[in-house]
């Protein structure tokens, strides 16, 4: 035997000896920095419990997938607010492919699904992010709903159900869908859309985040597109003006080019200047 091999063989042997000791000691560090008796901080619950059994179920195939359509995996979109004023949070969730669900908190973790009831469900393929927001400051959240439409492009307005408050006997709320009367049916690509007083008049106004509609592939890299406004692909500042919101992108310094590919938008006062 050489010295080499024997070398081999001893390092073997020593690794052999500590490494139980070092998994042991580990284990204990561990148990020491975790004690046995700290509460748990969260708990999964199941439909069976809470009765919301939503799932963004996506099929593909050879026409429709992810390779004709870059955005197949980005995921829906969630949204919790009290839609029936009960102190209650509500969840409305959004479908690729299928019907969005609203549902209604019965307390103690149990949920109702009003879709139908609510009129909720939407008409639009491909829904994406969703907000909940007093629109139009009755006192009652409202719902709008971003879509970015069908593979070819269409039938992708975005939608805006208003909510007429507890107008049935039982008191179940119902919506009204009407996004185009309030300016807010884009007809791009859209991802997301945030709600705030920018201009601070009082009311609400919205951003709205899209997705551009091109290829990235197909771009000309030596072109500097981005201050380049674009009516499909580019992100929208739109104005609260007496309940009908204007796009003021442009004279706000929005950038909203065919290069804009946004996911999540989100609003703060990031230099504290009160704005």
């Keep these: 035997m050489n010295r080499q091999t024997t070398t081999r063989i001893i390092y073997g042997s020593i690794l052999l000896v500590l490494l139980p000791l070092l998994i042991t000691n580990c284990k204990q560090d561990s148990e020491k920095s975790r004690p046995n008796d700290s509460p748990k901080v969260f708990e999964l619950l199941d439909?069976?419990?809470t009765g919301i059994d939503f799932?963004?179920?996506?099929?593909?195939?050879?026409?429709?997938?992810v390779y004709k359509y870059r955005n197949f995996?980005?995921?829906?979109g969630v949204a919790?607010?009290?839609?029936?004023?009960?102190?209650?949070?509500?969840?409305?969730?959004t479908s690729n492919q299928e019907q969005n669900k609203l549902y209604l908190n019965l307390g103690d973790?149990?949920?109702?699904?009003?879709?139908?009831?609510?009129?909720?469900?939407?008409?639009?393929?491909?829904?994406?992010?969703?907000?909940?927001?007093?629109?139009?400051g009755d006192g009652y959240m409202d719902i709008y709903v971003c879509n970015s439409g069908d593979l070819k492009?269409?039938?992708?307005?975005?939608?805006?159900?208003?909510?007429?408050?507890?107008?049935?006997?039982?008191?179940?709320?119902t919506f009204t869908e009407m996004a185009a009367e309030y300016n807010l049916d884009d007809k791009g690509f859209s991802t997301h859309a945030s709600f705030f007083d920018y201009d601070k008049d009082?009311?609400?106004?919205?951003?709205?985040?899209?997705?551009?509609?091109?290829?990235?592939?197909?771009?000309?890299?030596?072109?500097?597109?981005?201050?380049?406004?674009d009516l499909l692909g580019g992100d929208k500042l739109m104005e609260n003006v007496d309940g009908k919101f204007v796009d003021v992108s442009e004279k706000a310094g929005i950038y909203g080019s065919v290069?804009?590919?946004?996911?999540?938008?989100t609003v703060g006062d990031v230099n504290n200047d009160g704005w």
């Design 47 to 49: 439909e069976s419990t």
């Design 55 to 65: 799932s963004n179920m996506l099929g593909y195939d050879h026409e429709f997938n």
């Design 73 to 76: 995996y980005n995921g829906g």
């Design 80 to 93: 919790i607010g009290d839609i029936n004023n009960d102190g209650l949070p509500d969840i409305y969730f």
């Design 109 to 136: 973790f149990k949920f109702e699904d009003i879709t139908e009831k609510a009129k909720v469900g939407g008409t639009k393929p491909w829904s994406t992010g969703v907000s909940m927001v007093d629109i139009n």
């Design 153 to 173: 492009g269409e039938n992708k307005q975005n939608e805006l159900f208003i909510n007429n408050g507890p107008s049935t006997s039982s008191g179940q709320a």
């Design 202 to 229: 009082g009311d609400l106004d919205a951003y709205i985040l899209n997705n551009s509609y091109q290829a990235i592939g197909s771009f000309n890299l030596k072109r500097n597109e981005r201050p380049k406004r």
């Design 259 to 265: 290069v804009g590919f946004g996911l999540g938008v």
